[in-house]
């Protein structure tokens, strides 16, 4: 009998193209999925070695970080530095033949939320695009990390990349998750608990009963943000949920094809006494709602709880850095998270964009209206997922509600287009980053999942959603 592998393990290895004595390894790399921001010089890099693209029917380029979510934008992009990013994919795409989505197409969106709804992403694959949300794809039973841009040139060039095994990390949560709790908190109380550095050198391996029972949504929420917690790749075993949303999708294998994957999709599991180096344990059914009081991921805490004093942290450094980011919060130990005022609110990005985050939102604010202060704005993770919110009618619902609805993309995930906060605007957010910056110069983000930014919208502050009626 061979050793016992994890999820992990099994992936890896079935991808090593050569392993040399002191580990570092060439992997065979099945996706690799382009946007415009890491990619420039990846391509200019090719024409410069006059070298093609090994393979680019396994190679998907979509634009996303700086597209304009207005629906003008289909008169173009007025903002300079974004329009020669775009035009630069959609000519390097063009140039070296590479299946590309442009703005106007409705397969358009968020990379990580095109690839599996597009079928491109498969469990067991490897799976690489220039950008740290790549891990996204780990839902799937995926190996599926961020790459630099040398690297996407490396695999634009030859399919494979240089890799060294990491660490196995188990991350189990047990139990059934309140009503009004979500795949969401479940990351953010990991994160809150190991750390943004506590997943570093390892791979994830999400598992345990309130993962199984997560959607598929639920669980790329969970995956998208690993790298938040330090880790190079978050992974779920794939299974009848996986093989149900997979099924039918334009680029999944059909017939025959289908039956062979799906049987090798069933090996994809953790053997019984496989090795972790760490285990980390949850329990879903004691999470509260959470919320990010300060300017990492791993500043969390419970809606029903207050702004900590960090004069109570014994480390100096630690303490200097928390007490940094409160002052740049605009925010004073003991103020219970149910009274911060916020002035907008953002819905969207690669960790909670999709169809089933819109419907969270929709059940929320159906018949309510926007707090008069706030300005709240609902950007879909994609073409896909904006058509399917309007046949559902969720639109109407937004917009009855005084939310404004958006063309997809990144939007105010990150300020790298026209969506961005004003200095001092406070914003509860959907997304998975709350860095100093990140949502525009000096803005404050609060991460929290979709159900608690719509609540914040309408109560014009935060509220525990699970008392919402
Ligand atoms: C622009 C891109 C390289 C970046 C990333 O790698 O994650 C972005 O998507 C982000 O979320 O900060
Ligand atoms: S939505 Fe945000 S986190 Fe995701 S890829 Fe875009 S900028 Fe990065």
Redesign the pocket.
Known sequence: MSEPRTLYDKVFDDHVVDRQEDGTCLIYIDRHLV?E??SPQAFEGLRMAARTVRHPEKTLAVV??NVPTSPDRKFGIKNEESRIQVEALARNAAEFGIEYYNEADQRQGIVHIVGPEQGFTLPGMTIVC?????STHGAFGALAH?IGTSEVEHVLATQTLIQRKARNMLVQVDGKLPHGVTAKDIILAIIGEIGTAGGTGHVIEYAGEAIRALSMEGRMTVCNMS?EGGARAGMIAPDETTFEYIKDRPRAPKGRAWDMARAYWETLRTDEGAHFDRIVRLDAANLPPLVTWGSSPEDVVSVTGTVPDPDLIEDETKRASKKRALDYMGLTPGTRITDIAVDRVFIG??TNGRIEDLRAVARVVEGKRVHERVNAMIVPGSGVVKAQAEAEGLDKIFKAAGFDWREPG?SM??A?NDDRLKPGERCAST???NFEG?QGFKGRTHLVSPAMAAAAAIAGHFVDIREWR
């Open positions: 946007h921001v890491t996303d970080h220039g950008d740290s949300h790549t961020g790298i990005s690669c990144c995930c990150l790298m997304s998975n980053r990140r």
